[in-house]
């Protein structure tokens, strides 16, 4: 097949959109599959020699070091950029939607260059025209951004309440652009019961196809460090639960020598800088970002404690590349979480993790503990949580399944095609 892979943004932090679209991509052309990768800034770093990349600038309003910036005159060339621009002063994330137009605008000269479309959770309006062209159309839903904007809206304080919203006003056209497209792929199966609720999507529509792990890479190691606990957050948000680690932390601090390597891009004065310093526990919390795969596996590996305190996961990749590594986890009871490492009655396979209440500082400490004194059931973890690595998630497998997704969508495509023309 020829595929159209869209991404709005790639940027290649642990767990976030970059991830997927490298790694999927080289699954697609180890099958065989031409793969073309259209992506807005930031661009993908690392992608297969065989995939195409062609770049969608936009205005790059949230570039570091300078977010939020104001562009020069220059800048601008097209009426998508001025709109890009004005919606982002009203305190609007835009990309979706520009990104979305940037794209139909490109697909108009390429109708006949693939044979499938799939967009990246982008979900904006300027899809619907790739579709009316005819292209049959799949898209990537890791869970619907309505679970992030509840969760940030409960934490903000009254008088930020209207900026969150204008912030998350991009979620209903998402909800009614998914509920247009024929085949929705989601990364578990309670991320795809959420869409369904949360979008309005009908269960026909959702394909689960999960993530998948470099199983070679992720893999265990001899030098665990005694003590340390390793959380992966994407970003600085409620959602990711991280406050309530570093309250866990500053408790377990009372009795056992911690260490905490946080790998996340925090906001400067943000909340988990604010949380840190409130709790005296600077000196104990490392953070980190922009690491390499390989530097990232080597720390899930050297950790005797892997922590995934979110509020919500649609999937959580990086808790699948801690069992890679052999890495126990403590995880929240939280979206698909308790899927990725519960135990499965269908293969008799063990769970894989401790869970907690999502939101409890004392559980997660208490969890924690009990893994720190206790190195037979590390090793029991650890163990189980390689073993369904191995068995489940791989990448090939990945774009096997996702493939049989767009052959679905082409399907469909046709039967519309051919109703066109029949109601003429």
């Not at 020598?257 to 919390?285: F, H, M």
Request: aromatic fraction near 6%; proline fraction near 6%.
């Amino acid at each position: 097949m020829r595929i159209a892979l869209l991404s709005y943004r790639s940027k290649e932090h642990c767990g976030g959109q970059g991830v997927y679209v490298r790694h999927l991509s080289q699954g697609l052309v180890d099958l065989g599959h031409d793969v073309e990768v259209f992506s807005g800034q930031p661009y993908p770093s690392g992608l297969d020699p065989r995939v195409v990349l062609t770049k969608v600038p936009s205005l790059d309003l949230f570039r570091e070091p300078d977010p939020f910036r104001t562009p020069r005159p220059s800048e601008f060339h097209s009426a998508t950029d001025v709109l890009e621009y004005a919606l982002t002063l009203t305190g609007c994330f835009a990309e979706p939607l520009t990104f979305s137009l940037r794209v139909a605008r490109i697909m108009r000269g390429r109708v006949d260059d693939f044979d499938v479309v799939h967009d990246n959770q982008s979900l904006g309006y300027g899809l619907l025209a790739v579709m009316r062209r005819g292209m049959p159309l799949v898209a990537t839903v890791h869970h619907p951004i309505s679970r992030d904007r509840a969760v940030d809206l409960a934490a903000a304080p009254r008088k930020r309440r209207l900026s969150v919203r204008r912030w998350y006003s991009f979620v209903p056209m998402q909800a009614r652009v998914a509920r247009r497209i024929p085949i929705v792929v989601a990364v578990a199966g309670t991320s795809a019961a959420d869409s369904v609720q949360d979008f309005g999507l009908e269960p026909s529509q959702m394909r689960v196809v999960p993530l998948g792990v470099d199983t070679e890479l992720f893999a265990p190691s001899t030098g665990r460090v005694p003590g340390r606990i390793v959380a992966i957050a994407s970003a600085d948000r409620p959602l990711k639960g991280v406050v309530h680690l570093l309250d866990a932390a500053a408790k377990l601090r009372t009795d056992h020598d911690v260490e905490l390597q946080l790998v996340s891009n925090l906001d400067p004065g943000g909340l988990t800088e604010r949380r840190i310093t409130e709790l005296g526990i600077g000196d104990a919390v490392t953070v980190v970002n922009g690491i390499s795969d390989e530097q990232l596996a080597a720390l899930l590996a050297s950790a005797e404690v892997m922590c995934v305190p979110s509020l919500y996961e649609g999937f959580s990749l990086p808790t699948v590349e801690a069992m890679s590594c052999g890495t126990p986890v403590v995880a929240s009871r939280a979206g698909a979480l308790p899927e990725v490492v519960g135990a499965d009655p269908l293969t008799g396979s063990s769970e894989c993790a401790v869970l907690v209440e999502p939101g409890d500082a004392e559980a997660l400490a208490a969890a924690i503990r009990g893994l720190l004194d206790s190195p037979t059931e590390r090793a029991r973890l650890g163990a189980a949580g390689r073993a369904r690595a191995l068995e489940r998630y791989s990448w090939v497998s990945v774009a096997r399944a996702t493939v049989e997704a767009y052959t679905e969508a082409i399907l469909a495509a046709d039967r519309t095609t051919r109703r066109r023309h029949a109601d003429r």
